[in-house]
DNA sequence: ACCTGAACACCGTTCAAGT
DNA sequence: ACCTGAACACCGTTCAAGT
């Protein structure tokens, strides 16, 4: 079984494995050692297709956020926005042991980039000035890597018994144990009230001459431009 | 040195010196081996103080923590929830490296359920219905971790290069890098949008008989109450 | 009572050797 | 060309032994 016809592992099953094994077994359950028994194999065979394991899980990410839509800003810039959170949340919570991860070097890769360019751009040509495209695109960030990252820990225990009498406001927290609703809708809740307060302040800041944002209907700008 | 007259370790002194090992060298960075060598001692001494790793990891977050205050809730449900929000978000940003294992359990330390039964209590107490309650402070912690979390890894590139020509919306992105100003603008923009656009909705779903929200003056409830 | 040496069962990664 | 055995430098944790 030295020099098989066909090659043992080929870069995309092994990521396939290793994703499943992210799955299954959380982010500290992935070991090359695992791994490569799960494929077949020694630990060593893989390093002739990744050349270290930070390379694999940067794999693991690129698959996990192709998912993500920063399209849809042609719409407005709230329709694009809200599709972009709502894909990019989606993405991430499909496989929230990887969250962690996903967090710690958002910046450097392609795809994360090309977003982050779509993202600005469609808010900059919607007439939001550059500093807050920048501040609006790190805000939204925020809310889907927190809500991806505190919803993938179980957030409560499941043990009812805790929280009776001690926490009198928690009584019913254990119904929220598991159950990803919750987590969905508070996002959902937040991305709301995050654009309703963006479109107020939408009004205030954002350049003349550019296509106004399409459902700001309620408010009327009563200051001046700055 | 078997038996010295004074003890050298105490748990206090291990925590401290892991603290500081974990702001210095990152979550990764600490071992229990390179901690103890640091502390003048070995490795196994360590667990006449401490049964695991985990246990120590849990020490430190709850002394990052400590600094969190959700007791504003008497000044009004926003006043709480913004200083909630702001000495939670500003506990994390003290020790960055520490985030991500912070959000690993978070329902299940004693000091985050005391905090979330005040917000809870908080909210109610002014009006939110206990469902709403209870997304407001998922949604809350969904921009404080967030916020913590994408901050904490450096986000953009400090290589200039990187960005230019190749992604045209963010030719100033390298201007970002390093400060931790746009970090906290950023927050601060979100939590405003945040609570404006919950304002907004406190006026048709908040109970009567109950003190308003303070600073929601400038919408009025349009719907009937469900 | 407090600390240690040695061991156990793991890691990621390298590299000469096998076919 | 592809895979392996063996090694290196690490882990967290346990436990009998030392003083």
């Not at 956020?65 to 399209?71: E, P, R």
């Not at 042991?97 to 994360?112: E, I, K, M």
């Not at 889907?144 to 043990?159: Q, Y």
């Not at 001459?209 to 209907?217: F, I």
Request: net charge neutral.
């Amino acid at each position: 079984m030295a020099r098989p016809s066909t090659p043992l592992l080929t870069r995309e099953r092994i990521r396939s494995a290793a994703l499943a094994m992210v799955d299954r077994d959380g982010l500290d359950g992935l070991s090359m050692r695992r791994l490569a028994a799960d494929l077949g194999v020694r630990a060593a065979s893989l390093y002739g297709y990744l050349a270290t394991k930070e390379e694999l899980l940067t794999d693991l990410a690129d698959e996990v956020l192709a998912g993500v839509d920063s399209s849809g800003f042609t719409a407005g810039w709230r329709e694009g926005l809200t599709g972009w959170a709502r894909s990019y949340r989606e993405a991430l919570a499909a496989h929230p042991n990887l969250v962690p991860f996903l967090a710690h070097s958002p910046g450097r890769r392609p795809q994360a980039l090309r977003h982050a360019d779509a993202v600005h751009g469609g808010l900059t040509g919607a007439g939001w000035p550059p500093r807050y495209a920048t501040m609006i695109g790190a805000s939204t960030k925020y809310l889907v890597v927190g809500a991806a990252m505190t919803s993938f820990s179980g957030g409560f225990a499941d043990d009812v018994e805790v929280y009776v009498g001690r926490y009198p406001n928690l009584s019913q927290a254990h119904l929220l144990a598991g159950h990803e609703e919750i987590d969905r809708d508070s996002f959902e809740l937040a991305l709301t009230a995050f654009l309703d307060g963006l479109s107020r302040l939408y009004d205030q800041v954002a350049r003349p001459g550019s296509e106004p944002g399409v459902r700001s209907g309620s408010e009327k700008a009563d200051r001046s431009r700055t």
